[in-house]
């Protein structure tokens, strides 16, 4: 019999860890099986989710540019991924591809290992950027009973069609007008790609920041961000973007292999080793 194995899709896929972090939980669990990379070009993912029950592999995970073809091609999906248009792990029942966003439970394992009672404060929260990722955080924060939260992005239409999406408690806020936003916010969370290796780092002062914020960063390439750095400095509560990766990987295995892997400080090492060594 052929060891089960699952595979990640997206273009380019060099760049991605998850292979690292499935063959890490293979072997620590003793389960015979593999989780390969494979590229596939954007206009390609539409035939490989068509081909997908008679691929041989048991399952997968979907990254850009292909969340929102999965999220098409699939006959059933979780409520989360529902919500959000965009699928990041396939599997299937029956000979059907269904499908999830993991990404939901991944932001909001990592606060709650990291910030215990993140959620209990005063229930209000900034988010910037307006991308996939913003949607899932927007969705995750509304999931635990926020009840403000707001939404700066460069590109204003982008939050302000993003806030009437959601409606209920979602509002849209200049970019300029961050300075007075900080300060009222429990939770400020980076969803824009500013502060990734080779791009420029999110510039805002945290001056205004309230003692006790969390600021959660979701970028992981550098493992600390300029953002994280200036929160330590200010003993706020920082919270870095590799836990999201590593929880976001969890329902994907269990669902695959039958068993729930426990995100380690030893993964946690293993992954952040494997980030130093490519930057
Ligand atoms: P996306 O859909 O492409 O959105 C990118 C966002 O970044 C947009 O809001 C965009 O604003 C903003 N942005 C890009 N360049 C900017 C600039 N120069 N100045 C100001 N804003 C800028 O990407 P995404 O999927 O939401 O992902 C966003 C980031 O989150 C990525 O860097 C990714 O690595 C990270 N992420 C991390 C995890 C994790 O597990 N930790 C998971 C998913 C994503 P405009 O609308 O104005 O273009």
């Given at each position: 019999m052929i060891d089960p194995t699952a595979c990640i899709i997206g273009w380019p896929i060099d760049h991605s860890r998850s292979p690292l972090i499935h063959r890490h939980w293979l072997s620590e669990l003793g389960i015979a099986g593999d989780y390969v990379a494979l590229p596939v070009e954007p206009g390609h993912a539409e035939g490989f989710f068509r081909a997908f029950a008679e691929s041989g592999f048991v399952g997968g995970n979907v990254?850009?540019?292909?969340?929102?073809?999965?999220?098409?091609?699939?006959?059933?999906?979780?409520?989360?991924?529902?919500?959000?248009?965009?699928?990041?792990?396939?599997?299937?029942?029956?000979?059907?591809?269904?499908?999830?966003?993991?990404?939901?439970?991944?932001?909001?394992?990592?606060?709650d290992e990291c910030a215990p009672d993140w959620d209990k404060r005063d229930g209000s929260a900034?988010?910037?950027?307006?991308?996939?990722v913003a949607r899932a955080v927007i969705w995750g924060l509304l999931g635990r009973d926020f009840e403000s939260i707001r939404?700066?992005?460069?590109?204003?239409?982008?939050?302000?069609?993003?806030?009437?999406?959601?409606g209920r408690g979602v509002i849209p806020v200049e970019w300029a007008d961050l300075p007075e936003t900080l300060g009222q916010a429990s939770i400020i969370v980076n969803c824009t790609s500013l502060g990734m290796e080779n791009n420029p780092p999110l510039e805002i002062?945290?001056?205004?920041?309230?003692?006790?914020?969390?600021?959660?960063d979701l970028i992981y390439v550098p493992l600390e961000t300029p953002l994280i750095r200036d929160a330590k400095n200010r003993d706020l509560v920082a919270v870095g973007g590799l836990g999201m990766l590593l929880h976001q990987a969890v329902p994907g295995f269990q669902k695959w292999f039958g068993h729930r892997p426990v995100v380690t400080d030893e993964l946690r090492r293993l992954v952040a080793r494997d980030i130093l060594a490519r930057s």
């Open positions: 990254t850009a540019p292909h969340k929102e073809a999965a999220f098409r091609a699939v006959h059933a999906m979780d409520d989360n991924a529902a919500a959000l248009g965009a699928v990041n792990t396939i599997w299937l029942d029956g000979g059907q591809l269904v499908g999830a966003n993991t990404d939901v439970h991944g932001f909001l394992a990592n606060l900034l988010v910037l950027g307006a991308g996939g939404v700066a992005n460069r590109t204003a239409e982008r939050a302000e069609t993003l806030a009437a999406q959601f002062g945290l001056e205004p920041v309230r003692p006790g914020t969390v600021v959660n």
